[in-house]
């Protein structure tokens, strides 16, 4: 059996830090865009707990069953990330350039290939990796997995695989999928914000069930993912799961707005497959922290919410009005939002969105930094 050494280091980066020549290029993992699927079906646990919407909320869905005859089931209903794959790919690409280095991007959509392999055929000859954020549920959690650079011509499959595993998740099945996933000695699988506690569970019920899957599935996971959009007490409990189990850890944006990946990997590859080489059999990874993560994750997180409800003009957006990109499965049809809310939706909606906004926009940025969000900052 081959040991390989772990390399790994964790910079911070200033603009000041010369990083031209010495690396090659700057890779940016796990940014969706308006080809993923985001699930609502948080809302009612959120709605519930924030004052006078919660009561607004009650009524108007004890209205919608007394209509209907049954509750609204917002597992049924997704949004859509307000960003093409091109404005992704244009921005990562320009973020990373400003730091003299050529840029490697793997946009992993939840559940779809749809945005690389529109890239590829529009950009034919550049590398673009076929990659995927896979939803996996496991007994009683969900682990995102980021299945990255995947051989174009089995990806379709591969992908069909994955998604057949979702809705109906089969233990053996799922051994099977990282297993055929693993053959391809370039593909990455990347066990992403492994504590994000998808469904509700308690801190420690999420480690269990982490170290439960881990114990299972370990020899087919390549890496463990730092978050941008996750709290770095809680990426501190990464680097600690990752040392644990002898992995290296990898950068993951995790982006679904218009802000660029506030964490990368730095590399001396030139294409992804030599850097997919150099994370799974090398076990080599140097991260890099952009400034903009030090600043409160609630705070950027209020950012990428106001974002994701913003209206835009109709000649530079697919969906410029955010009814277009919340989608309802009904009545055996898939609809926008917008077709059901011709001008305004109930009180609550207006009211939760009209505060998102202020409160997520850049102008507010450097009030809320010095008042209410102030605890950013990284320890290493």
């Given amino acids: 059996m ?32 308006h080809e993923s699927h985001e699930s609502l079906s948080m809302v009612p646990e959120y709605a519930a707990r924030i004052p006078f919407i919660a009561n607004m909320f009650k009524s108007d869905m004890d209205r919608y069953q007394s209509k209907r005859g049954s509750p609204l089931d917002f597992s049924r209903i997704y949004w859509t990330p307000p960003v093409s794959p091109w404005q992704v790919l244009n921005s990562e690409q320009e973020h990373i350039h400003q730091m003299g280095l050529d840029a490697l991007v793997s946009i992993t959509d939840h559940d779809s290939i749809t945005a690389a392999l529109d890239l590829r055929r529009d950009t034919p000859g550049a590398d673009i990796p076929v990659s995927v954020e896979w939803t996996a549920p496991v007994d009683d959690a969900v682990f995102h997995l980021g299945i990255h650079n995947m051989p174009p011509a089995k990806a379709p499959a591969q992908l069909a695989a994955m998604q057949a595993y979702t809705a109906d998740p089969q233990p053996a099945r799922l051994h099977e999928i990282l297993h055929w996933l693993n053959h391809s000695a370039t593909t990455l699988v990347v066990l992403n914000h492994p504590f994000w506690q998808a469904k509700g569970l308690a801190a420690d019920q999420q480690e269990m069930a982490v170290r439960r899957f881990l114990a299972a599935h370990l020899p087919r996971i390549h890496a463990f993912e730092l978050n941008g959009y996750r709290p770095w007490r809680e990426n501190r409990e990464v680097l600690r799961l990752a040392a644990d189990a002898e992995r290296p850890v990898i950068s993951g944006g995790d982006r679904h707005g218009c802000n660029p990946n506030a964490i990368l990997n730095l590399s001396q590859a030139r294409t992804f497959d030599e850097f997919a080489h150099m994370v799974r059999d090398d076990r080599q990874s140097e991260v890099i922290i952009m400034p903009t993560y030090h600043d409160d994750v609630r705070l950027r997180q209020l950012e990428m919410a106001a974002d994701i409800v913003r209206n835009f003009p109709r000649d530079s957006h697919h969906r410029p ?60």
């Fill in 2 to 33: 081959k040991l390989t050494r772990i390399r790994r280091s964790i910079r911070l980066y200033d603009g000041q830090l010369p990083l031209a020549g010495r690396y090659a290029t700057a890779v940016s993992l796990h940014s969706h865009t």
């Fill in 321 to 380: 009005h955010w009814t277009d990109r919340v989608f309802l499965r009904e009545d055996g049809g898939l609809r926008p939002l917008a077709y059901y809310w011709k001008r305004v939706g109930p009180p609550w909606v207006e009211y939760l969105l009209g505060l998102m906004r202020m409160l997520g926009h850049r102008s507010l940025r450097s009030a809320l930094r010095l008042t209410v969000f102030n605890q950013g900052g990284v320890v290493l």
